[in-house]
């Protein structure tokens, strides 16, 4: 009954891709050697754990902005439910007391594997998305950034409450490295005899990413694709558009509290007061650095802006003396100024972003063809 | 005499003081092709939005196949605006999504070409398979519906061939040429398995060699699909061609209803078409 002819057959692996998929094995395989054989206190460890959550969070982002056509500005609000979750859940037992110190160990006197209460993360994070969703998805373009936006802003005020420090310890929560630690596996005597924990993130991000393509080369994507393109189309052709709107909503969500949740292994603690407005401009910034509708583009810009961020641009902050010459205007802060005008330049040269809507297996396609198909794997 | 497909039932629309569509009740019956004409502004694409659940009528009862799919009456404010008929005959209140219509077996084009224009061709068809897929959110976001995957596209490829449009399958779909998306964009309505189908000026742009191949087109689908179609269109040569009945509005309101021949010769109509002398 169901014969299909090779013609119809989805192409399964072309080159592109092919090229691709090794590539990204050769990166992972390359963090896992780098890890064991540089110090583990070098900055590039810190730029790729760093780089990793915020690649995920961005290309969450890009689902919804760039997949979608929903321009939701609610991601800090977002990463800083699965950061509180993946925290609350995962401080051990023991350690309860002197966290909540002022709390009486706090609410919750038990903890989770890590993988749960990322998974938890997720799960809260969507959940928070849903009943935000209801009203707010009825709103277009502008009027539904500002009010996700605005979300933001409110959830981190709850979250700085001191009424509910029983859960939140008073906004500030500190993990302890005897659970997250990094990930790393030590021998008895607790010297480290493989170092996971850049791969850890890598891996996660990967997980994520790869359901994130998926996603959007399914029948669904294509709905949410066509959403975006033409709503009032869409709607004719059947998709229903509160419910697809919500489950793009939800799902972005999910994984920006993965990425919460990951930042808050990252840093080892967690302070509702860092995931501000800014937070969320910054990961816009990386989509559209990166191109709106390149799941590529927001990986690569991610890595590229954090590097930026922490490492190579560090320099600018301190006085350099070349030769004797004392180097003019380099001065704490002036990282900034530079940041930005980089930042004009690629937003004045590559109106599009550096990949434009272009996936990784597109760049190893002997001649671009316009099929606007993504089928790239991150 | 057969059964009737599409019943309007003293569909009124008002947007605020202004009425858009007044009292008008129409008729199409299985395997027709009814034409709706009238002058620019005289409220057509206006009743193919409240037929399809675009707009909530004002006022009356809209019917697909003895299901009622729209009706209201006027609320609020509404009842000291109003001024149509038949005020209150109509207590019931039933309002449909256009997509929730979609899946009753309506399907519709668009006056000015709405395709999804970062879409190939052949996606702009498939998505329109989406309404139908049976796997659910996860299933299909992880590819474990391949069969059903693979069926679709079977049935999208399927279709495009019977259009004349599988040789161009892979190219962006807004990068055709102008008859070509017309034709595109039937066939993604065709891609929803309506049972009637409502085309919004297809003709619209045209050269006159197109719209012959047009109206051969719109034949040949309404029998290979069994169709009942109802259309919007300016172009005469096409309306007399190939509808059976033709309704005539003007400014809002049906002047005349009947067969081609009928239409042609009636006086109402060529008033309202080519106006009155002052004298």
């Known amino acids: 009954m169901t014969k299909v002819s090779s013609l119809t057959k989805p192409k399964k692996i072309d080159r592109g891709t092919l090229i ?4 990204i094995c050769a990166v992972y395989v390359l963090a896992f050697v780098l890890e064991q054989v540089m110090p583990s206190t070098s900055m590039l460890f810190t730029v790729l754990k760093k780089g990793a959550t915020y690649a995920l969070v961005a290309v969450s982002m890009n689902l919804l902005n760039g997949f979608t056509g929903l321009f939701s500005l609610g991601q800090a609000g977002f990463m800083l439910i699965g950061a509180y979750t993946y925290a609350i859940f995962t401080i051990p037992v023991a350690q309860r007391l002197s966290v909540y110190q002022y709390y009486n160990g706090g609410l919750v006197q038990f903890s989770l594997p890590v993988i749960v209460a990322v998974a938890l993360a997720g799960l809260f994070a969507a959940f928070f998305a849903f009943l935000i969703g209801l009203p707010v998805l009825r709103l277009k373009s502008d ?10 802003e409110i959830i981190r005020a709850i979250f700085q409450w001191d009424k509910i420090g029983i859960l939140t310890n008073g906004s500030n929560l500190r993990l302890f490295p005897t659970f997250t630690d990094d990930f790393n596996i030590r021998d008895a005597d607790g010297n480290v005899v493989l170092y996971l924990s850049t791969l850890v993130p890598f891996l996660i991000t990967g997980v994520c990413v790869a359901f994130i393509v998926l996603l959007i080369n399914s029948s669904y994507g294509r709905a949410f694709k066509a959403m975006r393109d033409d709503e009032t189309a869409a709607e004719a052709m059947g998709i229903n558009l509160a419910r697809h709107k919500m489950l793009a909503f939800c799902t972005s969500s999910f994984f920006a509290g993965v990425g919460g949740a990951m930042l808050a292994m990252y840093a080892n603690s967690v302070q509702a007061k860092s995931f501000t407005t800014a937070m969320t401009y910054e990961i816009l910034l990386m989509v559209v650095i990166g191109g709106i509708g390149s799941v590529t583009g927001s990986v690569f810009s991610s890595f590229l802006f954090v590097a930026c961020s922490e490492w190579w641009l560090r320099f600018l902050d301190q ?60 | 005499m057969s059964a009737n497909v599409l019943h309007l039932d003293n569909i009124t629309m008002q947007f605020g003081g202004v009425v858009a569509v007044n009292n008008v009740s ?14 620019n502004g005289a409220g057509k694409t206006t009743v193919f939005n409240v037929i399809t659940g675009v707009y909530a009528p004002t006022n009356g009862r809209v019917t697909l196949r003895g299901k009622v799919i729209a009706e209201d009456h006027p609320r609020g404010k509404m009842r000291k605006l109003y001024t149509g008929g038949h005020m209150y005959e109509y207590h ?56 059903e995957e693979a069926q679709m596209r079977e049935d999208t490829m399927e279709l495009l061939r019977i259009v004349g449009l599988a040789e161009q399958r892979d190219e962006i779909a807004t990068s055709l040429p102008y008859g070509q998306q017309r034709r595109l964009e039937i066939a993604r309505a065709l891609s929803t398995n309506p049972s009637m189908l409502l085309l919004d000026e297809p003709a619209a742009g045209m050269n006159p060699q197109e719209t012959e191949d047009l109206s051969a087109f719109i034949r040949d689908i309404k029998d290979r699909f069994s169709l009942t179609v109802l259309l919007i269109e ?19 309101a049906l002047i005349a209803n009947g067969t081609p021949a009928e239409i042609q010769s009636n006086p109402d109509v060529i008033t309202a078409y080519l106006g009155v002398s002052e004298e």
């Open chain 1, 20 to 23: 691709s998929i090794v590539l």
């Open chain 1, 143 to 152: 009027y539904l950034a500002i009010a996700t936006l605005g979300f933001a």
């Open chain 1, 319 to 378: 006085e350099q003396v070349w030769g004797g010459w004392k180097v003019p205007l380099l001065r704490n802060g002036f990282r900034l100024v530079v940041f930005s005008l980089i930042i004009m330049m690629v937003v004045l040269f590559f109106r599009k972003g550096i990949m434009g809507t272009r996936e990784l297996p597109d760049l190893f396609r002997k001649r671009v063809k316009k099929t606007g198909k993504e089928s790239a794997k991150r």
């Open chain 2, 26 to 39: 129409l008729d199409v019956n299985e395997g027709e092709i009814v034409a709706l004409i009238g002058p």
């Open chain 2, 92 to 147: 019931h209140t039933v309002n449909n999504t256009p997509d929730k219509i979609t899946k009753m077996g309506m399907a519709r084009t668009f006056q000015n070409i709405r395709l999804f224009k970062s879409m190939t061709v052949f996606e702009n068809v498939l998505v329109a398979k989406h309404m139908n897929l049976k796997a659910n959110y996860l299933s299909s976001a992880l590819h474990i519906n391949v069969r």
């Open chain 2, 234 to 252: 300016h172009d005469m040569n096409l309306v007399m061609d190939i509808s059976d009945r033709i309704y005539v509005l003007n400014f809002g």
